[in-house]
């Protein structure tokens, strides 16, 4: 099973979670290798590549239905390489604010962004990926300007957001920044 998306990510626990079992029904072992990178880009065009003889499985995000629309040359088709075995999952997309920003809302939120002019940043698990899109699109709507740091996955952005969390407007920790 191949995850485009590296581990420790929504998208690694769930396949993993997905993995065991067929492992347990199928009565042989699931491997699987993360392959991240490009949106998740290199994971799907490895599977692409693949032999078609059912021994290889891939596991991405909405990503594989957003990656058309976003580059011009993919080296692969989503429509005419993978057939869709069915959805596994949903995971819910959080804004969280660093806990010195005096926002308690989304609208003192917005509000604060629009005085800062180059000066908010926003994380995310990949350049084309929903949660680049999400954030892009807010900034947008709500007419504040917010530069994207792009990751190779949840996984590394969560270090970053626990490594400095009260420096990132991204982060709104549960616990009190040192």
Not at 137 to 150: E, I, M, N, R, Y
Request: charged residues 15%; contains cysteine; aromatic residues 8%.
């Amino acid at each position: 099973m191949v995850i485009a998306f590296p581990p420790g990510g929504p998208t690694d626990i769930v396949s993993r979670i997905i993995a065991a079992e067929l492992s347990r029904l199928l009565g042989q072992q699931v491997v699987v290798e993360n392959r991240p990178g490009a949106g998740g880009n290199l994971g799907a065009e490895q599977v692409a590549r693949s032999p078609a003889d059912g021994y290889t499985i891939f596991y991405n995000t909405s990503a594989i239905t957003i990656a058309p629309a976003l580059y011009s040359k993919l080296n692969y088709d989503p429509q005419k390489d993978f057939a869709a075995v069915g959805l596994a999952a949903t995971v819910p997309l959080v804004l969280v604010i660093n806990p010195q920003v005096p926002a308690k809302n989304l609208r003192e939120f917005v509000e604060w962004a629009k005085t800062r002019k180059g000066q908010v940043n926003y994380g995310s698990s990949g350049s084309g990926t929903i949660t680049h899109l999400a954030a892009a699109q807010l900034a947008k709507d709500a007419g504040f300007s917010a530069t994207h740091v792009p990751y190779k996955g949840s996984a590394p952005g969560m270090l970053d957001w626990q490594a400095d969390r009260c420096n990132s407007w991204l982060t709104r920790s549960i616990q009190p920044c040192p």
